[in-house]
């Protein structure tokens, strides 16, 4: 079956510890994407990667990183996280932006890892 | 700047009543253009996208490039309609950019 996957989908954790939110897709998309989720501010992108080995800023990458070494994998890691990280995350990939031409590129979603920092 | 605008953070409607969620762009070229969906609890979907023309579960949207509006229409809402709204752009082939997102409007079905 043809998805995005997360882990974990619920983490609770204390200011400044370390932690990584995994994600992997089984479809050879090129495309993928991290983005947080808040009442009132909607869908806000972190970072997205075009390809292996290319990363690139989103609207809010400000504490976050993100490493994408295969296709398949584009975890997101929190070096120091803080309280105002709290929120819910989703990961997204796409085959590719605006690949084969007259046809529709769709992103798959992850089903959202909420994150709470104490 | 490359933008996709969503006024409305709240909709809220009567059953059998219609809806319209408005979405603006502003982009140079020819973006592709969706609607997202994301249900109570669940994850985003794709609802519909501009180049299908296509209607899904009684939505529709016109891309109006003139006044680069992609607004969401159903003519009589129903209560299972009630979600969070996003519209998206994709860069046109070539392009290098990422996908845009609006901020979305949560509708509200009212019995």
């Known amino acids: 079956e043809a998805q995005v996957t997360q882990n974990p989908r619920y983490l609770i954790t204390v200011t400044g510890k370390k932690l990584t939110v995994t994600c992997s897709q089984n479809?050879?998309?090129?495309?993928m994407s991290w983005y947080r989720q808040d009442p009132g501010l909607g869908l806000r992108q972190i970072y997205y990667?075009?390809?292996?080995?290319?990363?690139d800023k989103g609207d809010v990458p400000e504490g976050y990183k993100v490493s994408r070494k295969e296709k398949r994998n584009f975890p997101l890691i929190l070096e120091s996280p803080s309280p105002n990280q709290t929120s819910l995350y989703f990961c997204?990939?796409?085959?590719?932006?605006?690949?084969?031409?007259?046809?529709?590129?769709?992103?798959?979603f992850g089903p959202g890892t909420r994150l709470t920092v104490l | 700047a490359q933008r996709v605008t969503q006024p409305e953070k709240l909709l809220s409607v009567f059953k059998g009543a219609p809806v319209e969620l408005k979405c603006n762009y502003s982009?140079?070229?020819?973006?592709?253009l969706f609607w997202y969906v994301q249900y109570s609890r669940q994850r985003l979907q794709l609802l519909l996208r501009?180049?299908s023309r296509e209607s899904i579960k009684g939505f529709t949207a016109d891309l109006n490039k003139g006044e680069t509006s992609f607004h969401l229409k159903k003519p009589f809402a129903q209560e299972e309609d009630s979600a969070m709204y996003y519209c998206?752009?994709?860069?046109?082939?070539?392009?290098?950019?990422?996908?845009?997102f609006g901020s979305g409007t949560r509708l509200s079905i009212r019995p």
């Open positions: 997204a990939s796409m085959r590719r932006p605006g690949e084969d031409s007259g046809r529709v590129n769709e992103q798959f």
């Open positions: 479809m050879n998309h090129e495309y």
């Open positions: 990667s075009m390809n292996v080995e290319v990363t």
């Open positions: 982009y140079s070229g020819s973006p592709e």
């Open positions: 501009h180049i």
């Open positions: 998206a752009l994709s860069p046109p082939y070539s392009s290098a950019s990422k996908i845009i």
